[in-house]
């Protein structure tokens, strides 16, 4: 089992840049494929960029060349940092691991996720 939590949310104003970062427990944290997602009240959540056990990316869309994805194995942390940011892009982010199987960008394919953090990016 895995738990993780997500830090270094906060306010920003359009253009500046902001790191989550999403601490996992636990020894096989270098096992599991970790993703973002992001969701706003009213939406569903939203696949923003994942990284395999063996260090592929993938991005959605509407933040390839803003944000950037990686992972520390040896400190069980995921990051995500955050450029260019828009106002579009305030919502709550959740950090999430998938056991196995090929990296996905559905929410109903990872089985662990964090408590979210709040990005609120003013315009």
């Known amino acids: 089992q895995v738990q993780l939590v997500e830090s270094g949310g906060g306010l920003v104003q359009a253009g500046g840049s902001l790191r989550l970062s999403c601490a996992a427990s636990?020894?096989?944290?270098?096992?599991?494929?970790m993703a973002w997602f992001r969701q706003v009240p009213g939406k569903e959540r939203e696949f923003v960029a994942a990284?395999?056990?063996?260090?592929?990316?993938y991005y959605g869309d509407s933040v390839k060349g803003r944000f950037s994805i990686s992972r520390d194995n040896a400190m069980n942390t995921l990051y995500l940092q955050m450029n260019s940011l828009k106002p579009e892009d305030t919502a709550v982010y959740y950090c999430?691991?998938?056991?196995?199987?090929?990296?996905?960008?559905?929410?109903?394919?990872?089985?662990?996720w964090g408590q979210g953090t709040q990005v609120t990016v003013s315009s």
């Open positions: 990284i395999s056990w063996i260090l592929r990316t």
């Open positions: 636990g020894r096989t944290f270098n096992t599991y494929h």
């Open positions: 999430a691991a998938q056991s196995g199987g090929p990296v996905a960008s559905t929410p109903a394919s990872y089985d662990y």
